[in-house]
């Protein structure tokens, strides 16, 4: 910083000894000969890669990379083949005023049904999974639009944290969470992977989208279990509220995936779109050992074909 100073001194015309002189008065003991020892010595190793990792941060400001921590920033360095360390990468993130994004408040969206007849909670919290399609989970939230509120409903896979389906529509009713369920089961089959009747478990709070007639016969017509965890205890859905929250956080508070005031749907939409995609296919997720929902999944189906393989 006074090298700097000192050629900043030096480029409006000051002399360099007039300028250290002055310096030392002011108890800054720096003689001319080491400012022009400064200036002649090259670059070490360290200053070198420091900047190459510098411009690579800088490079991530405005792209959804640029929203990681210090730990998942590591993990995504070396996924590009740069050799750093959580400490090397805590200080250059510092120097570039890099601070990955935080969560804000929740909101609470559920509203109970008032019959009081729902599923019981098949999953007891735990939401782990030994395969993909065994255990879903589904929540929706809100956003705030020009045009007025737009809900966007989600259904998760617990195995590889994929979002397997989404959907967005201006009115909370049945067909906002239906219609992702719907869309889940058409990808899964699509992809080669289709549900089995009898091996899934669909989890959700106790709204009262999820607790109607109409969502319970479509489940129970697909050969899906219902599971309800108990009304205002956002534990019971725990994993879902996590990946609302990334997502308010990461897509809708941000400018990264739209660079303007939310509208209208369509505004919403095409966000989402871009964030489920980047979050599926990119995003580094700490509880999946740095990697992406696909690359897990696909390592799952990679495994067990070749467990099925005939030796």
Not at 28 to 35: F, W
Not at 140 to 156: D, K, N, Q, S
């Amino acid at each position: 910083m006074i090298m700097g100073f000192i050629d900043q001194m030096r480029a409006e015309g000051h002399a360099v000894e007039s300028v250290c002189r002055v310096l030392r008065q002011e108890g800054c003991q720096i003689a001319a000969r080491t400012y022009r020892a400064w200036r002649h010595r090259s670059a070490s190793a360290r200053d070198t890669s420091d900047a190459v990792l510098l411009n690579v941060l800088h490079d991530l400001v405005g792209t959804p990379e640029g929203l990681y921590g210090r730990r998942k920033m590591t993990a995504w360095l070396r996924r590009q083949g740069h050799q750093v360390g959580a400490g090397r990468v805590d200080r250059l993130m510092r120097v570039a005023g890099m601070n990955g994004v935080r969560r804000g408040r929740p909101v609470r969206t559920t509203i109970p049904a008032q019959d009081g007849h729902r599923a019981g909670d098949l999953l007891n919290r735990d939401f782990t999974a030994a395969a993909p399609n065994t255990k879903w989970v589904a929540d929706f939230t809100y956003v705030r639009t020009w045009a007025g509120f737009v809900y966007v409903a989600f259904v998760l896979d617990c195995y590889s944290q994929k979002v397997v389906a989404w959907h967005a529509a201006t009115s909370k009713t049945t067909p906002l969470v239906l219609t992702p369920l719907r869309i889940a089961l058409w990808e899964r089959d699509r992809a080669g992977h289709p549900v089995q009747p009898g091996e899934l478990i669909a989890h959700s709070d106790a709204g009262s989208q999820y607790t109607s007639l109409r969502f319970a016969e479509h489940l129970a017509a697909e050969g899906i279990a219902a599971s309800i965890g108990t009304v205002a205890d956002a534990y019971d859905n725990a994993l879902m509220e996590c990946v609302i929250g990334l997502y308010k956080t990461e897509c809708i508070t941000t400018t990264i995936f739209h660079d303007s005031p939310y509208k209208t749907i369509a505004d919403v939409e095409y966000a989402t779109a871009g964030w489920v995609e980047w979050y599926n296919n990119r995003r580094l997720h700490s509880s999946l050992a740095m990697t992406t929902p696909a690359e897990y999944e696909t390592a799952y189906y990679a495994n067990l074909n070749r467990e099925l393989a005939p030796a």
